[in-house]
């Protein structure tokens, strides 16, 4: 990262945080309120450099209100806490769709013939520097809705899986020591979920983890932020890569606010 960025950034991250925004992270971002105060002051100024850089467009007659681009920059912004970051450097738009919206997908069977069909979807992101939602979507989750489910999340999750190449389901992790343990749980606890779905059982990661590594790591991201303390405890190994890869404890933080 150059010098004249980092300097830029350090300058707003300095700035007031107004407000009305902040009305809205705690109406539409429920993390925020467990956050410590510290990690209050750091979490803010992510969302003040993120809306500084990055490009939001209304799509299909949605209209662009503070609403939409700070609570999607918040929730965004859950995964840069504590970690040295370079704030999704892929990505340089953020497209909102007012519903589930149609796109396009292009396949390739067996024999190399190419497919294409259209599938309903709450988001995706691009490796092209694009990460496209559903503002329905998005509100649902925010308002605690999504039973556990987050798409700002599982979008952004997979930019930093992509900010390595194709998105595999190994981001860039902050020590080279820890690539062999995640390779070794990452791996057993998706054999794990293509396994209990085979035989029918009931899964707290999303059954849509099981069709690759990179919608695994997304998906476990979610579980992670939305539903830590379950996860803690039905898959403690998977939960302990997630807390020293996103350097938070989401358990912890649940746990404290329930005992005040």
């Known amino acids: 990262m150059n010098f004249l960025k980092q300097w830029r950034r350090n300058k707003i991250r300095k700035r007031p945080f107004p407000a009305e925004w902040r009305r809205i992270v705690e109406g539409n971002v429920p993390y925020y309120a467990r956050l410590p105060e510290e990690d209050r002051k750091e979490f803010l100024g992510h969302v003040l450099v993120f809306l500084s850089e990055k490009h939001f467009e209304g799509c299909g007659g949605q209209g662009l209100t503070d609403e939409i681009r700070v609570t999607i920059a918040a929730q965004a912004c859950i995964l840069l806490l504590h970690r040295k970051t370079d704030y999704f450097p892929k990505v340089q738009s953020v497209l909102v769709y007012p519903h589930?919206?149609?796109?396009?997908?292009?396949?390739?069977?067996?024999?190399?013939?190419?497919?294409?069909?259209?599938?309903?979807?709450?988001?995706?992101?691009?490796?092209?520097?694009?990460?496209?939602?559903?503002?329905?979507?998005?509100?649902?989750?925010?308002?605690?809705?999504?039973?556990?489910?987050?798409?700002?999340?599982?979008?952004?999750?997979?930019?930093?899986?992509?900010?390595?190449?194709?998105?595999?389901?190994?981001?860039?992790?902050?020590?080279?020591?820890?690539?062999?343990?995640?390779?070794?749980?990452?791996?057993n606890e998706y054999r794990r979920l293509k396994r209990d779905l085979k035989y029918h059982q009931r899964t707290l990661i999303d059954p849509y983890g099981a069709t690759h590594p990179a919608e695994f790591f997304a998906v476990v991201t979610e579980c992670f932020f939305e539903d830590p303390v379950a996860m803690r405890r039905i898959h403690p190994g998977l939960y302990e890569q997630m807390r020293l890869f996103y350097r938070q404890d989401p358990a912890e933080l649940a746990e404290r606010a329930q005992s005040r």
């Open 100 to 187: 589930p919206y149609v796109a396009r997908r292009i396949e390739k069977d067996p024999d190399g013939l190419v497919h294409e069909r259209a599938e309903i979807r709450d988001g995706e992101s691009w490796d092209r520097g694009t990460v496209v939602l559903s503002w329905e979507e998005v509100g649902r989750d925010a308002s605690g809705l999504g039973q556990g489910c987050n798409i700002v999340l599982h979008e952004f999750a997979h930019q930093l899986d992509q900010e390595c190449g194709e998105a595999d389901g190994a981001p860039l992790l902050p020590k080279r020591s820890m690539y062999a343990d995640w390779a070794k749980v990452m791996g």
